[in-house]
Structures are given as C-alpha cells and as structure tokens.
C-alpha cells in the first residue's frame, strides 16, 4: 500500500482527519473533461458515481440529454447533478437542488457551497420541503436502509404538504429544461405536481422509477401513462435492475 493511502486510512478513523480529508483540496476532472481544483467531499463524489457502471451510464446519458437551461433536481443526495450537468449550462441557467432527507443535508450544502466557488455564474437554490402532488406528506422509511420516501396522500387532510413542481416553477420564475426525479418510490406523486410544466414547458425529464417502492394502488404502467398523455416519449428500461433509469423527452 502506498504511503499516501496509509495516512489516508488513518486520517479516515478520527473525526479530526475525516473533516480534513473533506475539505483538503485536490484536481479532478468533471465529465466533460474539464479539470477543477475541488474539496475532498466532492471528489469523493464523483468517485462514487464513476465506480458503479450503472450510476456511470445514467450520468451520460443524462449529460447528453441536457442541452443548458434550467434544471430541477428532486432527490438531489449529494448534489452530483449540478456538477454533472454545470459544464453545459449557460451563465443565469438556475439550478434548484430539492433533498428532504435531513441526514445528508450537511454534505449537500457543502457540496453545494463549493460548487457556487467553481460555477459563480449559475444561481443555485435549495429546497428542503418534500416535492409531490400538493397532498398530505407521508413519510415511508425505505425498507433497504437509504432514503425514506415522501410520498403525497391526496386524500388526506391537514398537516405537512408536498410542494408542486408547478407551484415551485410558478415561485421561483423558472422554466426548467430538465428534470431529474429520484424519489424511492414517489414518482407518480412528483408527476402529478408537474403536469403544467409537461404541457407548458417540455422539459426532459430523467426518472429513477422504483417498482418495489411504488404505493399500493399505483404501478409502472401508471407512471409512464402520465408521462406518455402529456406526449412524452421514453427508451423503457428492461434491465430488471431495482431501479429503472430512464430518460422521457417531449414528442
């Protein structure tokens, strides 16, 4: 083992050293070549998504469906998709990172924060409340151990609510060109709180659908139904992978 990755271990196994690793800067190129000066956190990033074959082949594809504009990022984890998609973004195209899950908060804000030091030129905005149809919130903890669900419970009354796609849009004065959507589970909800937008503004839309996760009542058939009334059209993924990674454009 080389030295470095022996002090890298060690440095690992204490509090002290992890948040120096974090933050301990380094060059590391994005996807589109381009090489930065990046935090420790976000290289980890990127590793992350370079090492898994599937998670490398969603990158590009999406990276080559994004032609710039803007984009909403609903299930946004880590933030990986403001770096991916940066490099084809213009200078005002604004970035809305949408993460409900309050335990990675602290690394999407520092992933977030580094990028607006490397990409001044596009605004970023963060939201924390659950995106859905505008329904009643409920929360499902995801039987696999990794992010919980925040579905929308249209027939429920009072409480929390899921925010609207269409009413976000609507607030911010964005036109997003692409949409990301990894939900676990709640894609059909996130849809049905989109369904102006499908119409009015044909974003492409890449869709992590969990057929497990699906509420009862609610199946794949019925998530590509609403994307295919509001003319969309998709490469249906068949891998039989947990979850189906698939790009949808406007006909």
């Known amino acids: 083992m080389l030295l470095r990755d022996r002090l890298f271990n060690i440095l690992k196994q204490h509090a002290a050293g992890q948040l120096f690793l974090d933050v301990w800067p380094g060059y590391m190129p994005l996807l589109d070549g381009t090489v930065h000066r990046l935090p420790g956190k976000v290289r980890e990033m990127i590793r992350l998504w370079e090492k898994n074959a599937t998670l490398q082949e ?32 213009a200078a005002g195209d604004r970035f809305v990172s949408c993460e409900p899950d309050s335990r990675i908060t602290n690394d999407l804000l520092r992933n977030l924060a580094s990028f607006t030091k490397i990409f001044p030129q596009i605004p970023v905005t963060y939201i924390s409340q659950p995106i859905g149809s505008g329904g009643a919130l409920k929360t499902i903890p995801n039987p696999g151990g990794g992010h919980p669900q925040f579905g929308s419970d249209v027939a429920a009354d009072g409480g929390c609510r899921t925010l609207t796609l269409d009413a976000l849009a609507a607030t911010l004065g964005i036109q997003p060109a692409f949409v990301k959507i990894d939900v676990e589970g709640a894609e059909f909800s996130v849809l049905q709180g989109m369904e102006r937008l499908m119409d009015e503004t044909d974003p492409t839309i890449m869709i992590e659908i969990h057929p497990t996760y699906l509420p009862a009542g609610v199946t794949v058939d019925d998530v590509h139904a609403i994307l295919r009334r509001h003319g969309y059209q998709g490469r249906v993924d068949t891998s039989g992978n947990v979850a189906m990674r698939e790009i949808w454009k406007k006909v």
Do not use: C, H, Q, T
Not at 58 to 82: K, P, Q, T
């Open 58 to 89: 969603e990158s590009r594809e999406s990276y080559a469906a994004y032609e710039g504009g803007d984009l909403f990022d609903v299930g946004a984890f880590n933030g990986w998709y403001f770096w991916l998609l940066a490099p084809k973004a």
